[in-house]
Nanobody, 115 residues
Framework: QVQPMESGGGLVQPGGSLTLSCVAS????????MGWYRQAPGKQRELVAD???????IYADSVKGRFTISRDNAKNTMYLQMNSLKPEDTAVYYC?????????WGQGTQVTVSS
């Protein structure tokens, strides 16, 4: 199974920005609808944004207007631009197919929003 690799997380103050990257080898990213998920401590993993092969974007209400998902098929890479970050965005962020189809999860990348 292809295991995606996430990067770009870090510590940021409220109102700040981060851009996450997800690299998936092979054709996984090109041929699938892909999504960004997050899991906060004590909570279930949730889908926050996904993008179809035709670049239609869907966002959870909690991030709509602040996050932007995009993909670069030539680089097998997907991105999540996060602006106006809030403490409640603190979580480990993962990428995978959307909806989740049972594939391997990567290590994720930690995003912490705190002053």
């Amino acid at each position: 199974q292809v295991q995606p690799m996430e990067s770009g997380g870090g510590l940021v103050q409220p109102g700040g920005s981060l851009t996450l990257s997800c690299v998936a080898s092979g054709s996984t990213l090109r041929v699938n609808r892909m999504g960004w998920y997050r899991q906060a401590p004590g909570k279930q993993r949730e889908l926050v944004a996904d993008i179809t092969t035709g670049n239609r974007r869907i966002y959870a209400d909690s991030v709509k207007g602040r996050f932007t998902i995009s993909r670069d098929n030539a680089k097998n890479t997907m991105y999540l631009q996060m602006n106006s970050l809030k403490p409640e965005d603190t979580a480990v962020y993962y990428c995978n197919t959307a909806p989740y189809a049972g594939g391997s999860w990567g290590q994720g990348t930690q995003v912490t929003v705190s002053s």
